[in-house]
């Protein structure tokens, strides 16, 4: 073995890489470019943008927050207790550890699934030819078509 040639890295030993050569490589862009240039992006946002020339209307302001808006301001009196009052009764579900209540039964229901049935269905239009989805098809063959009176 060339010691100038073959290193140990850990228990591997990598041919011709040094551990400076390992550490500084960007491994994700060599396996992308693979022998090609990557243009310049910074270079064509220079050419190509879109804000080039303009000045930006919230430059060197502070962006409003929508907290700020309610800050200062007090809530009427007796808040609390109509939201205590509105909540009364009602079960906390995060805190039985429900995430959120069964839909199982509405979801397997056969007419509940009707508007996709209807997406799966195909109709072939007399006039044109094409074929299309039912909703489609009503939409813009059959009567509605363009080449109807052709």
């Known amino acids: 073995m060339n010691k100038d040639k073959d290193e140990e890295w850990g228990n591997i030993k990598l041919p011709g890489i040094s551990d400076e050569k390992l550490y500084n490589t960007k491994w994700a862009q060599v396996a992308a470019l693979k022998g090609r240039k990557r243009p310049e992006h910074s270079e064509q946002m220079k050419e190509n943008n879109p804000m080039k020339g303009k000045i930006s209307p919230n430059k ?17 009196e007796g808040f609390g207790e109509k939201v205590s009052k509105a909540r009364k009764g009602v079960p906390n579900l995060n805190a039985l550890g429900v995430a959120r209540p069964d839909h199982s039964k509405t979801m397997k229901d056969p007419a509940r699934n009707k508007g ?9 239009c007399s006039h044109c030819g094409k074929t ?7 939409r813009w063959h059959g009567d509605n078509c363009k080449r109807k009176n052709k």
């Not at 060197?60 to 009427?76: D, N």
């Not at 996709?116 to 072939?124: F, G, L, N, S």
């Open 132 to 138: 299309a989805n039912v909703p489609n098809y009503k």
């Open 60 to 76: 060197g302001k502070q962006m409003p927050q929508i907290s700020g808006k309610l800050k200062g301001k007090k809530k009427p």
């Open 116 to 124: 996709a049935q209807t997406m799966r269905q195909t109709m072939t």
